[in-house]
Every structure is written in C-alpha cells, then in structure tokens.
C-alpha cells in the first residue's frame, strides 16, 4: 500500500491537513512588536467543519488502496472541499486587511494539498487503467483459448 506514490502524496496531505488544525491562519502585532491578536485555523466554525471533512476524506482515501474507482471519486471529492477551504482562506486575506494582520505561510497549505490531491488522482486513474487493460487481455486469452476447443 505504501509502495503506490499516490498513497504518499495523499499521506502528505493528511499530514499538511493535520497541520492546520493546530496553526494561526494570521497574526497581527502592535508597535513594539508584541502579538496583539492571532486567527486560528479553527476559529471559524466553517472553516473547522471543512478541515474535519478534509481529514476525514483523506483517511477514507488512505484507506481504501484495494477500490481504486471508489478511491479516485474520494481523492476528487477530496480536492473540492480542499479548494474550498483555500476559496475560504482567500475570502479572509482580502476581507481583513493585510496592513493589520499578517498571513502565515501554513494559509497555503490548502493548495498544495489540492496538488497533492491532483496528483494522487493521476497515479490512482493510471492504476485503475491498468488493471482494466491486464483484465481485458485475460478476458481475451479465455476467450480465444475456448474458441480453440
């Protein structure tokens, strides 16, 4: 199961998702440099319920390397509610104001995900493509074997 590239990257995207649930989204500091506020990832209920589904779905991808069609529609689920999540993180950076907070470099880690995400998308499709074609050439075999007999 951890031979499959795309099991990696969804692994790294577990990980970076992981990541997000204990990380501050941004942070803003006064004139001496003292932090005077701090926006977590979680703060918002919204972005909370995403993050949860994200791990969810990623696990759910993980998990399940022997149902390849099922595995490729999770991971594509799984690179909207990403994309949605980094839709939301953009709604935040234009609407607060970046003069007073400042972002961090973890608010794009929803992107590189969906990257990730993409790219395991790949690796799983090429493998379903390929057990489809070794099925079709054993089906084929049988059938001229039988048409012999």
Request: charged letters at 20%.
């Amino acid at each position: 199961m951890w031979q499959r590239a795309q099991t990696l990257y969804l692994a790294i995207s577990t990980i970076l998702t992981i990541i997000l649930f204990f990380s501050y989204e941004a942070i803003a500091f006064n004139a001496d440099g003292d932090v005077l506020d701090a926006i977590k990832f979680t703060d918002s209920i919204a972005q909370l319920i995403l993050l949860i589904v994200i791990l969810l779905l990623s696990i759910l991808a993980i998990s399940t390397p022997r149902f390849l069609v099922f595995q490729f529609r999770t991971t594509a689920l799984l690179t909207i509610v990403t994309l949605a999540l980094q839709a939301w993180i953009a709604k935040d950076f234009f609407s607060i104001g970046q003069e007073v907070y400042i972002f961090r470099l973890k608010a794009v880690f929803p992107l590189v995900c969906v990257i990730l995400d993409v790219l395991a998308a790949r690796g799983i499709l090429a493998d379903q493509m390929l057990v489809e074609s070794a099925s079709s050439l054993r089906k084929s075999r049988r059938e001229r074997r039988a048409a012999r007999k």
